[in-house]
């Protein structure tokens, strides 16, 4: 199928294989009995559930595999009329469809959309029938409504695997989750077509364990659409963005280009209550840390795609984020100290990329990243014994990273497929924190580090559908990893299974391992003073960790979706806090735990009442292992259950007016030596389409009760800490959007000059 030619809801026909002895065939014409090639077709029972989908050909015909007795076909086009017909034949016959004068109004199909399928192993998941049933701001927004994914902190997780790993149109970049996310943020979720949801990514995506790959929607042949929108919010501070998109399609050329500027300002609040020992005494600290950060982004998005012929198309494409003159303040007020700190932060992104497909199986890409940020530190403190301290430094850190990749795969005898490619990746890491002033601190000191970063891996792997309805995927991937003085060869292996005996059941099972590794500014010795009480320190020598998981997922009348997970993580890393036996000092640190396991099990319920509501209810039952035998003198062997509720809920007025209702609550739960409070949140939003659907005015306020604020506690082997930590997590939105564009007229009309004299 050409990726070119998939429009509107050509997504859902993902997975299906071709028999030659159950298909229904037939033919789409205009009005002119010409044929009309790239037309979605949808069939469904006459209850409208989904049953398959195809694209029809460029001589007008198409074949769908299931062969009901009753079915009904739905027909659309960007250039032509939606129609539905009936059928109760193999041969469809002839479905004839009119010419309509095309403004880029939204073409409504009647029937419900499956609420997602399944192909090798994936869940693909249909984001514009997402966006119909919820209000969503933006792609990242909503991803995050999709069943087991949630925004933990601005980082998504899914249930069932401790790490998600966000990739682009099917292949990892050199953009950081961070930064990926961010550009998601200022992505308007019309852009995206599908999100694939892989407990055990193939290897030819080059990511391992779990990812959601974001598949950007294409536009018809000769079409220009553009997106304009602007949005204010308020937390606690006023934030407020714009963006600027258009796709233009001409020919066997594409252009995407999108802006999005953006001032935020943010208060995060820290209420820190903590009993140290030391030196035979007990101290009680305690303190209001207020986080005030404020300063404009600007986000630039550029891809040019040529289609150099029907199997061979190349794209080129650039990612910049520019954020100058940052400003930000750390205030903490208690009675073991008061602080002030002066933050300056400016930072600049650009990624630029280049990527062939061919027509016998080949991949080719390139990626390269420059990432550089300088933070300015002024910490002034006067503690309660009237002692004062001054810390005057200043934090770099520069990235060069460059990634190139071939990927091929082949068709053998007997419907396997033979697939198999490399990557290089190269990453050159500088960091320094260099002090200009100091006073008062002892043990304060320069520090800088340059890594050097270089993983290699290759892949082999095997594909077969079988007509039973089961498909599998075996696959080893081989890698080399390098880091400073850390060298390692490494084999994963991985496998996935998906039997359909019929429309109604689904069953997945997949296993997979992969490596975990740190973060650059942690591979480095470095302390970090956040007040005259609170460090954040890193140390040398964090070893990578080692993940194995199994999951299994079993799918009813594509809707209903039941999983099974365990995970195991060896040399697990993270951050947790320590009191110092030395000092009055509370520590931040990243380090290896001997391992992380996890296990349990998740439910996701949708339903609806008539055409005005529409809900989803999921459920995850969770066990969680956290052992370390050398944090600090304190070692731990902890398990805990836990359990998440949420409910997503979509009201519909008439087609033009909606609501939301959504609630979440997760109990407490276990991190090394910590323990998370439980938390519940309630977001409600309203959105109000008009102007034929052109344009949108959308009311949101996360978070109505402010309570979505994460509580940690810490009473492990003498160590005594309570810390309430989060943003003004109630916030009030207001976004306003507005579509335009339509289709380019191929034909050139003749103008009829007699009546100017010739």
């Not at 790959?213 to 308020?234: F, G, H």
């Not at 000191?445 to 890594?451: A, D, E, F, G, Y």
Request: proline fraction near 2%; charge should be negative; hydrophobic fraction near 35%.
């Amino acid at each position: 199928m050409n990726s070119k030619r998939i429009i509107g809801l050509s997504m859902i026909c993902a997975g299906f294989s071709a028999s030659a002895f159950c298909q229904t065939t037939g033919k789409i014409l205009d009005t002119n009995q010409q044929p009309v090639g790239g037309a979605t077709v949808i069939m469904q029972l006459p209850d409208s559930t989904y049953l398959g989908a195809a694209i029809s050909a460029a001589d007008g015909t198409f074949v769908l595999e299931p062969e009901p007795e009753d079915y009904q076909l739905i027909v659309q086009h960007l250039l032509y009329q939606t129609r539905q017909v009936k059928g109760q034949a193999r041969d469809a016959g002839i479905i004839t469809l009119e010419q309509k004068d095309y403004n880029l109004d939204e073409v409504v199909v009647e029937g419900e959309r499956p609420f997602v399928t399944v192909e090798q192993g994936k869940l693909n998941y249909n984001i514009s029938a997402i966006s119909e049933k919820h209000i969503v701001n933006n792609a990242y927004e909503a991803i995050c409504k999709l069943p087991g994914v949630q925004d933990r902190s601005g980082k998504l997780s899914l249930v069932g695997a401790k790490d998600v790993t966000v990739i682009l149109n099917g292949k990892a970049s050199t953009l950081t989750q961070e930064q990926l996310i961010e550009m998601l943020k200022n992505t308007s979720a019309s852009q995206v077509q599908t999100a694939e949801v892989m407990y055990s990514t193939p290897p030819e995506y080059h990511v391992r364990g779990a990812a959601i790959n974001i598949v950007t929607a294409k536009a018809a042949d000769n079409t220009l659409r553009s997106e304009l929108s602007a949005s204010y919010s308020n937390q606690y501070f006023s934030s407020y963005s714009g963006n600027v998109n258009f796709l233009l399609t001409k020919g066997k050329s594409s252009l995407n280009v999108s802006y999005n500027p953006g001032y935020s300002h943010i208060m995060t609040v820290m209420d820190l209550a903590s009993q140290h020992t030391y030196d035979g005494k007990v101290y009680d600290i305690t303190q209001t840390q207020k986080i005030n950060t404020k300063g404009w982004k600007h986000n630039i998005y550029a891809e040019y795609g040529y289609q150099i012929n029907e199997d061979n198309e190349l794209s080129v494409g650039y990612n910049g984020a520019l954020s100058d003159n940052g400003k930000g303040t750390i205030d903490v007020n208690g009675n073991f100290q008061n602080s002030h700190n002066d933050k300056l932060q400016d930072s600049r992104l650009h990624n630029v990329f280049a990527r062939y497909s061919s027509g016998f199986g080949l991949d080719l890409g390139v990626d390269y990243t420059d990432y550089t940020m300088n933070d300015k530190n002024r910490l002034e403190s006067e503690l309660t014994d009237n002692t004062r301290q001054l810390l005057d430094y200043t934090s770099d850190q520069k990235i060069r990273k460059f990634s190139v990749y071939a990927d091929q795969s082949h068709g053998l005898a007997n419907d396997w497929t033979l697939k198999y490619g490399v990557r290089y990746d190269y990453t050159d890491n500088k960091n320094a924190q260099f002090f200009n002033q100091t006073e008062g601190k002892e043990g304060v000191c320069n520090s800088s580090s340059r890594l050097y970063e270089q993983i290699t891996n290759f892949y082999g792997g095997f594909d077969k559908e079988f007509e039973n309805g089961l498909s599998l995927s075996l696959s080893a991937t081989g890698e080399y990893y390098s880091i400073g003085d850390y060298h390692k060869w490494a084999v994963y292996p991985q496998a996935s299974l998906t039997y359909s005996p019929s429309e109604k059941h689904t069953f997945m099972l997949g296993v997979s391992s992969e490596k975990d590794y740190p973060a650059y500014w942690d591979m480095q010795t470095s302390t970090t003073y956040m007040n005259a009480y609170e460090e954040i320190r890193t140390i040398e020598g964090l070893r990578p960790a080692n993940v194995y998981s199994v999951n299994a997922n079993y799918l009813f009348l594509q809707q209903y979706m039941l999983s099974l997970f365990y995970e195991r993580t060896n040399d697990y890393f993270t951050m947790d806090m320590y009191q110092a036996k030395d000092r009055l000092a509370l520590i931040y640190r990243t380090q290896n735990w001997n391992y992380y396991q996890s296990f349990g099990m998740s439910a996701n319920i949708p339903f609806s009442i008539g055409g005005w509501l529409s809900s989803q209810m999921n459920a995850t039952v969770v066990n969680d292992r956290n052992r370390c035998d050398n944090f600090w003198d304190i070692p731990f062997d902890r398990k805990k259950w836990a359990c998440m509720l949420g409910m997503q809920n979509h009201f519909s007025v008439g087609s033009t007016l909606g609501f939301d209702l959504d609630a979440m609550y997760r109990s407490s739960m276990i991190s090394g030596i910590s323990d998370t409070r439980p938390v519940f949140t309630v977001n409600v939003g309203a959105q109000w389409n008009f102007l034929k659907d052109k344009a949108s005015l959308s009311l949101n306020c996360s978070d109505l009760f402010d309570t979505m604020r994460m509580k940690v506690r810490n009473r492990h082997a003498g160590q005594y800490v309570d810390l309430n930590m989060g943003q003004y997590s109630r916030t009030v939105s207001v976004k306003f959007v507005y579509r335009f564009g339509g289709s380019i007229s191929k034909e050139k009309k003749e103008v009829d000059a007699s009546r100017f004299g010739r």
